[in-house]
């Protein structure tokens, strides 16, 4: 099974500041055939259902503010928050989907300072 | 809009069974491969089953591999997982999840349902 870290576990940030999640897979993510890396990132608010953010670990989801960019390529992901907001405080979660079991890491959990 | 609406969810015995429902609308729901992930409490995410468009193709993790079963039928539009010898720590909020055609990746979920395993 593919291993997936995440790093930080949790990490607090001043409103307006900008952060970086990291997410590590254990096996590269990329498929050949179409240069795509499977990886994928959620937010999930207290009590809410978890959001997609980015998806072929560079795209976003229709909808999600261009202060969110997902980078990196093979096993080595990155998701940066510019200028945080408030309403940004959530669970970060990084899953890959190129092979099955889909395996997801255990979270980031940003707070404010 | 697309709308993934979870039900069947509670509390059930140790070794009992339980069969969670998902009503897709707001899309062809037989064009997309669907999923069920879920979260026990205060814990992350875990992905728990995936089916193919037609249902010919289903996916598992060993942890519930032999004892959950996902299905769909297409003309109504749902989803379903069949949870057999159900486990403590099977107690979790199961979400049903839609996969993009083109990238795959996991574009829309439900609200989720809860289910407790315990006697």
């Known amino acids: 099974d593919i291993a997936i870290t995440q790093s930080p576990s949790s990490v607090a940030v001043s409103v307006g500041e900008t952060v970086t999640l990291s997410c590590k897979s254990s096996?590269?993510?990329?498929?050949?055939?179409?240069?795509?890396?499977?990886l994928g990132w959620y937010q999930q608010k207290p009590g809410q259902t978890p959001k997609p953010l980015i998806y072929?670990?560079?795209n976003r989801h229709t909808g999600v503010p261009d202060r969110f960019t997902g980078s990196g390529s093979g096993t080595d992901f990155t998701l940066i928050i510019s200028s945080v907001q408030a309403e940004d405080l959530a669970d970060y979660y990084c899953e890959q989907y190129f092979v099955y079991p889909n395996t997801f890491g255990a979270g980031t959990k940003l707070e404010l300072k | 809009e697309v709308q993934l609406v979870e039900s069947g969810g509670g509390l059930v015995q140790p070794g009992r069974s339980l069969k969670l429902s998902c009503a897709a609308s707001g899309f062809t729901f037989s064009n997309y491969y669907m999923a069920w992930v879920r979260q026990a409490p205060k814990k992350g995410l875990e992905w728990v089953a995936t089916i193919s468009t037609s249902g010919s193709r289903t996916y598992y993790p060993d942890s519930v591999k032999g004892r959950f079963t996902i299905s769909r039928d297409n003309a109504k539009s749902s989803l379903y997982l069949q949870m057999n010898s159900l486990k403590s720590e099977d107690t979790a909020t199961y979400y049903c999840?839609?996969?993009?055609?083109?990238?795959?990746?996991?574009?829309?979920w439900g609200q989720g349902v809860m289910v407790t395993v315990s006697s």
């Open positions: 072929w670990a560079t």
């Open positions: 096996q590269s993510l990329l498929y050949s055939e179409n240069q795509k890396d499977y």
């Open positions: 999840a839609r996969h993009e055609r083109d990238s795959y990746a996991r574009d829309y």
